[in-house]
């Protein structure tokens, strides 16, 4: 029993040791995409804008599923 106990502990420590490293590299990815908006260096249109963003919220969005419960049950078959 003891062991059970401890993998979930090592679960969640692992869980939260890597979601954050994951996160912050996440952010810090974000903030160099935002130095792209310094137009003194570089030059863009309103849809590239768009497509850039459009791109990575569809992405989370795909991401946030992956962690929603309904995402995690198996789906019946019926007639």
Do not use: C, P, W
Request: cysteine-free; charged content about 35%; hydrophobic content about 30%.
């Amino acid at each position: 029993m003891a062991t059970s106990r401890t993998s979930k502990v090592d679960k969640k420590g692992n869980f939260k040791r890597i979601a954050e490293a994951r996160t912050n590299k996440l952010l810090d990815a974000l903030s160099l995409l935002g130095n792209l908006s310094n137009k003194s260096y570089y030059e863009y249109s309103q849809e590239q804008v768009d497509a850039i963003f459009n791109a990575i919220q569809e992405e989370l969005d795909n991401q946030r599923k992956r962690f929603s419960e309904e995402e995690h049950k198996k789906k019946k078959f019926r007639l």
